[in-house]
Nanobody, 126 residues
Framework: QVQLVESGGGSVETGGSLRLSCQAS????????MGWFRQVPGKEREGVAA????????LYGDSVRGRFTISRDNTENTLYLQMITLKPEDTAMYYC????????????????????WGQGTQVTVS
């Protein structure tokens, strides 16, 4: 099994920055793709960023491209999301996700392609 635990959320002013972390544990060798999603109440979970090293693919959602950066520390089994120039519309619960395999590039920001999820960390921008 795989466990994902997010941290780093909080409240920040418009224009500020935050870095989210996702600690993976368990059977992490089978995780081929990892990503960040976000959700606000009443809306669909939105793909924010995804990283698939084995296929040399990194993707970002249109609303965050140029402001957010996904990265990972393989020695620590940790995924990061560096967020800068935050806007009120970035306010959401942010979730870390991992997949054993994703066959199509256009699925990397699709929530249905992921096998494992963390509990989420709240980001509030005001």
């Amino acid at each position: 099994q795989v466990q994902l635990v997010e941290s780093g959320g909080g409240s920040v002013e418009t224009g500020g920055s935050l870095r989210l972390s996702c600690q993976a544990s368990g059977d992490t060798d089978k995780l081929k793709c990892m990503g960040w999603f976000r959700q606000v109440p009443g809306k669909e979970r939105e793909g924010v960023a995804a990283d698939y090293p084995g296929r040399n693919i990194t993707l970002y959602g249109d609303s965050v491209r140029g402001r957010f950066t996904i990265s990972r520390d393989n020695t620590e089994n940790t995924l990061y999301l560096q967020m800068i120039t935050l806007k009120p519309e970035d306010t959401a619960m942010y979730y870390c996700a991992a997949a054993e395999s994703i066959t199509r590039r256009d699925w990397l920001l699709s929530k249905s392609a992921y096998d494992y999820w963390g509990q989420g960390t709240q980001v509030t921008v005001s």
